[in-house]
């Protein structure tokens, strides 16, 4: 059964992206981040991923979507590009703020961006479990979980990144059903975030079947996407590793569109194309140097599930920064 409504609480309308000024592939997340390249030297790609952040972002506020572009000028935080990790926003006014592996990955959670969130929407309360980290207890937010806010339910991949006890009290708090999950690549190592293999949205999920272990749990998982009235659309372990599966649903100014990277694009097949394309508009991003730390769109992408106090200002500063980008990079 096809939902035929054009906004959904599946696709958020409004996201934070961050756009560092310092890119390096983070060595300390290398060790099981088989997606994740270890070879860029430091400086190389600074400029690249300061444009690849910043045209995504202006992509999709020409679509329509509410960007809040944050700056990352510090040299500490690596992955900062990838803010889903630290927090989540959920309907009803919820914030979740995680525990993460990586040390260096602990210094991204940003008070400036909480503060955002409480002035321009409508938060009741922030839920923090990084003090988990001090018994080495993490959840990286919606890397660590792919959450179905239409059926409720908390798909995640059991990894170090994934703890089973973090998992049972956000969804406890959350209202999520749980549902955890082995997954590996073909090299028989365990998939690192749930993120990079399936990505749910309104009328489909992309799902790497063929990465998920046990016969049973695959069985149940595709049974319950098809029971919340969805396409169930394989996508093959290349597919998987050309970051198809790392894509999100955001609500545009004319309808429901879905981001992914042009890596990811290229690789689907005409026929997955066609089947998504009856809900919603592929939106490819070129981020390719981004892609080299391990993640791709999904991962650059907080989603605000939350409600506006008023007229956001982001697409007056977009305009602001596009102007001071395009003037940087003329000629």
């Known amino acids: 059964m096809k939902r035929k409504s054009v906004t959904s609480v599946q696709a958020p309308s409004a996201i934070v992206m961050v756009r560092p000024h310092h890119f390096t592939v983070n060595t300390e997340t290398a060790v ?16 690249h991923v300061y444009s690849e952040v910043s045209v995504a972002a202006l992509c999709l506020a020409d679509h329509g979507v509410v960007v809040h572009l944050f700056e990352d000028k510090g040299k ?11 927090f989540s926003t959920h309907a009803g006014g919820h914030v979740a703020v995680y525990p993460m ?15 955002m969130l409480k002035s321009e929407y409508r938060v009741q309360d922030v839920i923090d479990y990084s003090g988990l980290e001090e018994d080495m207890i993490y959840l990286e937010g919606t890397g ?3 959450l179905d806010h239409i059926d409720r339910v908390a798909y995640a991949v059991a990894s170090d990144r994934t703890n089973p006890i973090a998992l049972e009290r956000f969804c406890t708090h959350f209202n999520f059903e749980p549902m955890a999950f082995n ?8 998939v690192y975030h749930t993120n990079v293999l399936m990505c749910i949205a309104t009328e489909f999920a992309l799902v790497g079947l063929d990465m998920i272990a046990d016969a049973a749990r695959k069985a149940e998982i595709v049974s319950r996407l098809e029971n919340s009235g969805r396409d169930v659309i394989a996508l093959t372990n290349k597919q998987i590793s050309s970051f198809a599966g790392n894509a999100i649903e955001l609500q545009g100014a004319a309808g429901r569109i879905l981001a992914l990277s042009n890596t990811a694009y290229d690789s689907l097949t005409t026929e997955q194309v066609a089947l998504m394309e009856q809900s919603l508009k592929l939106v490819p991003l070129h981020i390719p140097t981004i892609e080299l730390a391990g993640g791709s769109v999904r991962c650059t992408i907080a989603g605000i599930h939350l409600t506006p106090r008023g007229k956001s200002h982001s697409l007056e500063y977009l305009s602001l920064y596009a102007q001071q980008f395009e003037s940087e990079h003329s000629g």
């Open 144 to 146: 660590a979980m792919v």
């Open 101 to 115: 592996k990586s040390l260096n990955r602990r210094l991204e959670r940003r008070q400036d961006v909480l503060q």
């Open 32 to 47: 099981d981040n088989s997606f994740q390249s270890v070879s860029v030297p430091d400086a190389m790609h600074m400029e």
């Open 183 to 190: 997954a590996v690549d073909d090299n028989g190592i365990a």
């Open 76 to 86: 500490a935080t690596p992955d900062s590009v990838f803010p889903n990790n630290w």
